[in-house]
C-alpha cells in the first residue's frame, strides 16, 4: 500500500471503532471479540488497566477509554500545572482528560486526530466532562495543525506506529515542542522481522501490529530530528496483553509495546 491508501484504510478503520462498528487488534468490539481471532475480548477497562491506567484514571476520563493503546504515557510524562500537551491521535480523548487533570485550568491539552468520528466522540466527551482548557484538530500526525515551539510535552499511546511517515511525524514533534520540551510516547516496536504470512495482512497494520518500526530505526529518526537523551524500552510484560490482540497468530513474538522519551535541547 502506499501511504495514502494506509492512511485511508486507518482513518476507515477507527471511524468505524468510533462509531462502535469495528474493533482494532488492540481493542475488543462492542461484541467483546477479537477482529484477528475467535474468543471474546477483555472489556476497554480491563485493558486500560493492564497498561498502567488506574480506577481513579477510568473515572475521571469518563467515556474516553476505547481500550486502544499499549501503555500509559501519562506515567512518564510528569506534566505540571499549566504546562501545554500535545497528544498525537488523541483518538476518543482518553489521555488528553488525563493530561487535563494534571496540567490544570492554567494548562492547555491539544488533541490531533485524522477521523471525523474520533473527534466528534472526543468533544462531546470534553462537553460532558466539563473540560474547557482541552481541545481537539483535525490533522494528520506528520502535518500537525500546530505553530511553532507551542508544547511543553508531546504524548501519544500506540498512534506512532500506524504512520507510513514515522520520521515525519517526529520531525513535526520537534518543530511544535518549546526548546526544552519532550515526548513521552508508548508505542510498539518491532522486536524481529514479521514473516511475510503476517507482514501481508492489512488488518495486522491496522491493529498496530504490521507498522511497527525497530527500536534502533525509532531512535536514529528521534537523532535526526533533533532530539537528545533518547530512551527506548522496550517492556517484556506486554507480551500476554499483544497475544490477545491477534490470537493464534504468535505477534507477541515480533512486537513488543515500549516506552520513548526524548527531549528537545
Given at each position: 500500500?502506499?501511504?495514502?491508501?494506509?492512511?485511508?484504510?486507518?482513518?476507515?478503520?477507527?471511524?468505524?471503532?468510533?462509531?462502535?462498528?469495528?474493533?482494532?487488534?488492540?481493542?475488543?468490539?462492542s461484541a467483546g471479540v477479537s477482529c484477528c481471532g475467535g474468543g471474546e475480548s477483555p472489556s476497554s477497562d480491563d485493558l486500560a488497566r493492564r497498561m498502567g491506567y488506574g480506577d481513579d484514571d477510568l473515572e475521571a476520563a469518563g467515556a474516553g477509554n476505547l481500550g486502544l493503546g499499549c501503555g500509559n504515557p501519562q506515567a512518564i510524562a510528569a506534566m505540571r500545572p499549566g504546562e501545554v500537551v500535545v497528544d498525537l491521535g488523541s483518538?476518543?480523548?482518553?489521555?488528553?482528560?488525563?493530561?487535563?487533570?494534571q496540567v490544570g485550568e492554567s494548562g492547555h491539552?491539544?488533541?490531533?486526530?485524522?477521523?471525523?468520528?474520533?473527534?466528534?466522540?472526543?468533544?462531546?466527551?470534553?462537553?460532558?466532562?466539563?473540560l474547557t482548557q482541552v481541545e481537539f484538530r483535525l490533522g494528520e500526525i506528520e502535518h500537525?495543525?500546530?505553530?511553532?515551539?507551542?508544547?511543553?510535552?508531546?504524548?501519544?499511546?500506540?498512534?506512532?506506529?500506524?504512520?507510513?511517515?514515522?520520521?515525519?511525524?517526529?520531525?513535526?514533534?520537534?518543530?511544535?515542542l518549546k526548546p526544552g520540551g519532550r515526548v513521552a510516547v508508548s508505542d510498539v516496536v518491532?522486536?524481529?522481522?514479521?514473516?511475510?504470512e503476517l507482514a501481508t495482512r492489512t488488518e495486522l497494520f491496522a491493529g498496530c501490529v504490521g507498522g511497527a518500526a525497530s527500536a534502533d530505526?525509532?531512535?536514529?529518526?528521534?537523532?535526526?530530528?533533533?532530539?537528545?537523551?533518547?530512551?527506548?524500552?522496550?517492556?517484556?510484560?506486554?507480551?500476554?496483553?499483544?497475544r490477545e490482540w491477534a490470537p493464534g497468530l504468535g505477534v507477541e513474538d515480533y512486537v513488543a509495546s515500549a516506552v520513548i522519551q526524548a527531549r528537545k535541547p
Amino acid at each position: 500500500m502506499n501511504p495514502d491508501q494506509i492512511r485511508a484504510m486507518v482513518r476507515n478503520r477507527y471511524g468505524a471503532i468510533a462509531d462502535g462498528a469495528a474493533s482494532s487488534c488492540c481493542a475488543p468490539s462492542s461484541a467483546g471479540v477479537s477482529c484477528c481471532g475467535g474468543g471474546e475480548s477483555p472489556s476497554s477497562d480491563d485493558l486500560a488497566r493492564r497498561m498502567g491506567y488506574g480506577d481513579d484514571d477510568l473515572e475521571a476520563a469518563g467515556a474516553g477509554n476505547l481500550g486502544l493503546g499499549c501503555g500509559n504515557p501519562q506515567a512518564i510524562a510528569a506534566m505540571r500545572p499549566g504546562e501545554v500537551v500535545v497528544d498525537l491521535g488523541s483518538g476518543a480523548g482518553f489521555d488528553c482528560f488525563l493530561a487535563a487533570a494534571q496540567v490544570g485550568e492554567s494548562g492547555h491539552v491539544i488533541g490531533i486526530d485524522m477521523t471525523h468520528e474520533m473527534l466528534a466522540k472526543a468533544r462531546d466527551n470534553a462537553t460532558k466532562l466539563g473540560l474547557t482548557q482541552v481541545e481537539f484538530r483535525l490533522g494528520e500526525i506528520e502535518h500537525l495543525p500546530i505553530a511553532d515551539n507551542v508544547a511543553d510535552v508531546v504524548i501519544s499511546n500506540c498512534v506512532i506506529n500506524l504512520s507510513p511517515d514515522k520520521p515525519g511525524v517526529l520531525r513535526e514533534a520537534f518543530r511544535v515542542l518549546k526548546p526544552g520540551g519532550r515526548v513521552a510516547v508508548s508505542d510498539v516496536v518491532m522486536l524481529k522481522t514479521l514473516p511475510p504470512e503476517l507482514a501481508t495482512r492489512t488488518e495486522l497494520f491496522a491493529g498496530c501490529v504490521g507498522g511497527a518500526a525497530s527500536a534502533d530505526d525509532l531512535r536514529r529518526w528521534l537523532g535526526e530530528a533533533g532530539f537528545v537523551d533518547i530512551k527506548i524500552e522496550p517492556k517484556s510484560e506486554s507480551r500476554d496483553l499483544i497475544r490477545e490482540w491477534a490470537p493464534g497468530l504468535g505477534v507477541e513474538d515480533y512486537v513488543a509495546s515500549a516506552v520513548i522519551q526524548a527531549r528537545k535541547p
